[in-house]
């Protein structure tokens, strides 16, 4: 048997009836922060390249998937086999480069194969809301701002007046990857020091560009 199949096994015997009782107690909701904090500390080992722990770490959330996969197959919804299937199908569509014919030279033509047919897949899907895509509600807000922002750019959204693109531009022209990291962490530090919530504060103030951006779409870019 594999790795995999006794992985599956030994979850399946602490979900039992005469298993763990924490872990029998355990539904998607309750396992939510036990998944962020997992991938945090997953992170965290990147950010060091400590290969040394990553393993361990790469573990610890393989096995919230696994868990959230055996909740499913109790209830007969599907199992950790149709999830593996269904990515693995997703891959292999996505990349025809690779298992079908044509040739890509370089990663932007891959990215935008990919973007081509991931927005021929959600032809087929729900339909999206506004004009901008669907974003998990949990994206943390730096990744939240940053797809907005994306979004704008992709789509040639009338931002102006909304996001000042001169000053986007200007600040892009600075940065460099230390320097951002010491703005940020700057800014951190006298938020909290002002007793601010930056996280917060900045999904706020990205919900509120989002909503002004649709508005004027929706007003025909006035």
Request: hydrophobic fraction near 40%; glycine fraction near 6%; charged fraction near 30%.
């Amino acid at each position: 048997m594999s790795a995999i199949e006794d992985l599956k096994t030994t979850m399946a015997r602490l979900r039992a009836p005469d298993g763990c009782p924490w872990d029998q107690e355990q539904t998607h909701a309750s396992l939510v922060r036990c998944l962020i904090d997992e991938v945090s500390e997953l992170i965290d080992t990147i950010d060091r390249n400590d290969s040394a722990h990553m393993r361990e770490e790469l573990g610890d959330v393989l096995i919230q998937i696994v868990f959230h996969a055996r909740i499913e197959e109790e209830a007969g919804r599907f199992n950790f086999d149709d999830v593996a299937r269904e990515i693995n199908e997703k891959l292999v569509r996505r990349h025809p480069h690779v298992f079908g014919t044509g040739k890509l030279n370089t990663s932007e033509q891959v990215i935008a194969k990919w973007e081509e047919i991931k927005a021929t897949e959600k032809k087929n899907g729900p339909v999206a809301k506004g004009v901008f895509k669907e974003l998990p509600p949990r994206l943390p807000a730096l990744m939240f701002a940053e797809t907005i922002w994306k979004q704008i750019e992709k789509k040639s959204l009338p931002a102006e007046g909304i996001v000042d693109a001169a000053q986007v531009k200007a600040l892009g022209a600075q940065l460099d990857e230390a320097m951002l990291g010491k703005m940020l962490f700057e800014l951190a530090a006298a938020a909290r020091a002002k007793g601010l919530d930056p996280e917060g504060a900045l999904r706020l103030h990205a919900t509120k560009v989002m909503s002004d951006v649709e508005a004027r779409v929706q007003t025909g870019g006035q």
